[in-house]
């Protein structure tokens, strides 16, 4: 028997053959994983054919040693799919398939449902679901979806994507209290390729094994880390719903604050408003036009606020170090009309020193669209800074935390970036967070910032158990859509705006976008630029990048697809998280 290999090599995509031997042969199937000799060293390799046919004249060479289960026949399929999708390689989606370790044998599976859970508002919600398109339901942030996923379950294998290894933890505890068997990966990655009811990780376990999946459940499905940094830049939801679609079977996609790019996969279902309503926090929107900028940046309520509740977190994201602009005269926050993101300074050979928007690129002269001043002050204090300011006001203690910090500090007053709301939960007893500097996410100048904005008011609402915590949200621009829509505990508010702004701009999901970056990017947007019938828009360049718009996400993979590489570095980045 003859077995076509995939190198584990990071370099190569391309299959070799192998002759098995026989004392193999009962142990070979697509996907499992092998050792074989290639170019005089050993590398391991996934299977993607057996019984192929022999080329006549070639000698071939015997796979070395089978290595143990990997990613089933399905998923080797997905990861052809998915390289065609992200402009990817089929080695690092199989590498994400496989389990890390070598799996030479498997437990029995386990396949004890949860019970299932009590009628309610929320497992009402689910009904009859299509199998040919995703279903989104409209969670408010803190609702338990511990009953959706059970009542899930009692389909058969469920498959559940969490953004983060926590939270992940927390509901696979729950599940496991309801005497479900339930395997969370990678740890179990064994048992879940053997069989298990609930099949549970984060991100990468979109590729996770469950024989005879019979659901899919994607939990917070517009949070930005269900998506892959690394190039092949694939996004969890899109992965699971095609796998979702290619099996048949229902995939429900849970979401507080559905995205454009959400909304466009299928129907919505909402809870009512009452329940929604009680899981959003009550928000209090602190309006700074008034407020002279030299006096800083913590109002009399914001400072009332950390001296008087029992534990306070307050944000202040400075991650991407966004230059943010005020008038001096009247204290408007220098913003695009165009699409509203914020505007920075910029100089252009000699003309004059511009307003640059770096969302839709207009550029305007430096001066107030409310008042007409041409005086505009920096706003900018680093999280180190604000912890030594606040620390003193509050007349306590005030800890640090930012992607840095691995563990939450024990204190009652915590200051950091937008990391300290992924790391807390509702059972860590916070009762307030106050955005000290809201505007540098309302107008960050990324096509989805208006939505992660949201998304940072989502968590902060989970995180106080909705009414029964505050948050507070410091900002000169009270009146934008994000706000509404956090104060009228309707996220709808905000999707309705960002869809119209996305249609008028063609940005996803009315088209498709991939970012093209590396020394060899202009050879490669050169190619594409020379397609018939010019499939594809290439815009710059801007430094070493270019930009690719597609009509739709086939359209986009198509092209790429169609262009070899050429020699030298070159990064695609298809469906970029940070546009």
Known sequence: MIARVLPDVAALDKEFDYWVPEAAAGSIEVGTEVRVDLSGRRVGGWVTAVGVEPTIGMALRPIAKVRGFGPDGSLVDLAGWAAWRWAGRRRSLLATASAGFAVPRLPPPALKMPARPAPSDLVDLIGALDADAPTLLRLPPAADPTGVVAEMA?????????????????????LRRAGGDVAMVPEAWPQARSGAAIVIGSRASAWAPCPGLAAVVVLDGHDEGLSQEQAPTWGAVAVVAERARRAGVPCVVITSCPTPELLALGPVRVVGRSAERSGWAAVEVIDRRGDDPRLGLYSERLVALIRAEARVVCVLNRTGRSRLLACTACGSVASCE??????????????????DCARCGLVRPQVCAECDSTR?????IGVTRAREDLEILAGRPAAEVTGEKATIPDADLLV?????????????????????????????????????????????????????????VQTRIPGHPVLRAAVLADPAVLSGHEVEVRRELRLPPFSSIALVSGPASTDYANGLRGLPGTPVDVLGPDGDQWLVRGSDDAALADALASVPRPAGRLRVAVDPGRL
């Not at 009692?154 to 505890?173: D, F, I, K, S, Y």
């Not at 505009?376 to 900018?380: A, E, H, I, K, V």
């Not at 970036?417 to 505007?439: I, K, Q, S």
């Open 338 to 355: 165009r699409c509203g993101a914020s505007l920075s300074q910029q100089k252009h050979g000699d003309a004059p020193i511009s307003l």
């Open 154 to 174: 009692q389909r058969g294998p469920t498959l559940v994507v969490v953004p983060t290894v926590a939270r992940a933890a927390v509901l696979a505890g729950r």
């Open 416 to 472: 950091g970036t937008e990391a300290v709301l992924h790391r807390l939960g509702p059972a860590d007893a916070v009762t307030a967070v106050a955005f000290v500097d809201f505007d540098q996410e309302l107008l960050a100048g990324r096509v989805r910032a208006p939505a992660e904005a949201l998304s940072l008011m989502a968590l902060a609402s989970r995180i106080v158990r909705g009414r029964a915590g505050r948050v507070m």
């Open 376 to 380: 505009l002050r920096t706003l900018r």
